[in-house]
């Protein structure tokens, strides 16, 4: 925190300082005042009146201050700590995007980043605050009675223990349902969200999916006001253990001047004093249960930044091992000898069932492999495993007899390129769409030209009045709404944009092209592909049959291997599902 802005740290903290000591000073011009106008002293009254403007106007002054420098400290710790929540998450690699309880430290994190941090300081200083101006009334008040400053403030205990108990559970209510919570914001999003307005209109899901998420908030709301009612009628009744000592040690101190024991201005300061002491005792013991709710919520950040933390010695072996910069990579690739899965098992993170099972395959450099099986085979799966978004968990992957482990994570990425079934779609203008296949060549006009041509997305651009320039989708201000094939070209073109990859890999790349934007794509795709090696995962068999290799996974084992030919005339699986494909184009 204190590395996002030191100045306004010291501004909060002078502010603090200032505002700490003026109620005193207030309290004994006030003092002065009454004394100055008994004595019948005119101009020793206004002298102490304009003492004590003075002193209010910088009061004033000094809280509005302290506000203004927690207003611009606290947007200055949002976005820094935001930052750091996106930075961290950014260097996570997928199975913790495919873990449920990663997502509750994510939700919790970022829920807290905003304000938290900036209350915790604040508070810190509002209790150094408030315990100087309580010594200075304690020390005034002790001339009356050292005892009654200690019942004075033991009496306002009960009812701060009270406060920190209810943040307790209110903080275990909102971890508790953070599942639920985050259940909430998805059914807000399917409600309000482009990419699920057809579905919901067409199928009516309005009401039902509404109904869901107004008895979920219904639910919350009658668990806040639970705990609500019961922290109110606790702190309150406890608070009025405060209020009765108060107003005795009001009643002892009126008898005593009524007595003539105590003067008229001094009976006003010590009643100043009295409360506005026994309020800055509250104030501490108040601050004291903030802070401690602050900290049971920031272990929520703490625990998310954890996790940078424990994969922190996997980034460390990477920078380790990577070449030196400026390496060229062409000398990795050369001395290839393509891809093996020895004996290769992977199970997913609490899941009984594997999804891959003793896999072993060889793809030598520069051929064409394709991959078909029926839906949850393992297809997709055995290329995450290749991209290293995984790692097995038993057996080994070797490229060019290196384990994948063993590689510099940068450097084995670059030197894959890789098209998802569920690529994304980003709101951003077409030539980006592209070029974030390569950041590092993002104004590269000629690369991004060649890229959108071997994928396709050239035709595209031309059907646009911006071209290259359109902002595509609709979340923004004259976005073009794109077909599903059209933004299948922009994320093939995508995949294009890494030309020093030397391993390809597409999976059900023209899923949404027609027949002959399908043809144009695999002319091309053959041209490109030449010298590499090239991973094509299809259920469409005219594209299949041009790889020199197909396998067949079935439940996450290979279960045959050959060209086209071969297995066609194994008579197998292979066989099989051509012969049902073929048969519905007659």
Known sequence: MLESSPGLLLAMASATLVSAALPVVIAYAGKRIIDAVVAGDVALSLRWVLLELGSVTLSSLSIRSNGLVRSILGARLGVDLNVKILETAAGLELPFFENAEFYDKLTRARREASSRPVALIADSFQIVQNLLTLAGYAAVLSRFSGWLVLVLLGATVPAALSEMRFSRLG??????????????????????????????????????????????????????????????????????????AFYGAYALMAMHSARGELGLGTLTLYIVALRQGQQAFQSVLSGIGNIY?????????????????????????????????????????????????????????????????????????????????????????????????????????????????????????????????????????????????????????????????????????AALPEGLEARLGTWF????????????????????????????????????????????????????????????????????????????????????????AELIAVGGQYAHMFALQAEGYR
């Open 171 to 244: 903080f275990q209510l909102r971890n508790w349902r953070s599942p639920e919570t985050r259940r909430l914001l998805y059914l807000e999003y399917v409600l309000a969200n482009d990419e699920h307005v057809k579905e919901v209109k067409l199928f009516g899901l309005g009401p039902h999916l509404l109904g869901r998420y107004r008895a979920l908030s219904e639910t919350f709301y009658r668990e806040d006001q639970r705990l609500a009612l019961r922290r109110a009628g606790w702190t309150q009744a406890l608070s009025l253990l405060g209020t009765a």
């Open 293 to 461: 709710e602050h900290n049971l919520y920031m272990s929520n950040l703490f625990d998310y930044f954890e996790i940078a933390a424990r994969t922190a010695p996997a980034a460390s072996r990477d920078a380790l091992t990577a070449p030196a910069s400026g390496a060229p990579l062409a000398a990795a690739i050369a001395r290839g000898s393509g891809v093996v899965f020895e004996n290769v098992s992977f199970r997913y993170p609490n899941k009984e069932e594997s999804a891959l099972r003793g896999l072993s395959l060889e793809i030598r450099p520069g051929e064409s492999l394709a991959i078909v099986g029926q839906n949850g085979a393992g297809k997709t799966t055995l290329v995450k495993l290749l991209a290293r978004l995984y790692q097995p968990t038993e057996g080994r992957i070797l490229l060019d007899g290196i384990d994948l482990i063993d590689w510099p994570i940068d450097v084995l990425r670059r030197r894959i390129s890789v098209l998802f079934q569920d690529f994304n779609q980003y709101q951003l203008s077409l030539r980006e769409n592209i070029g974030l296949g390569n950041v590092d060549h993002l104004g590269d006009a000629e690369r991004i030209g060649r890229a959108a041509r071997s994928g396709g997305a050239d035709t595209v651009a």
């Open 477 to 564: 201000e004259k976005g073009s709404e794109l077909s599903g094939g059209q933004w299948q070209k922009i994320a093939l073109s995508r995949a294009f944009m890494r030309e020093e990859a030397d391993i390809l890999v597409l999976d059900e790349p023209t899923a949404a092209l027609d027949a002959e934007a399908e043809h144009a794509v695999f002319a091309r795709f053959r041209e490109l592909s030449r010298g590499r090696t090239t991973i094509v995962i299809s259920h469409r068999f005219p594209t299949v049959r041009m790889a020199q290799k197909i396998i067949v996974l079935e439940q996450g084992k290979l279960i045959e291997a050959g060209s086209h």
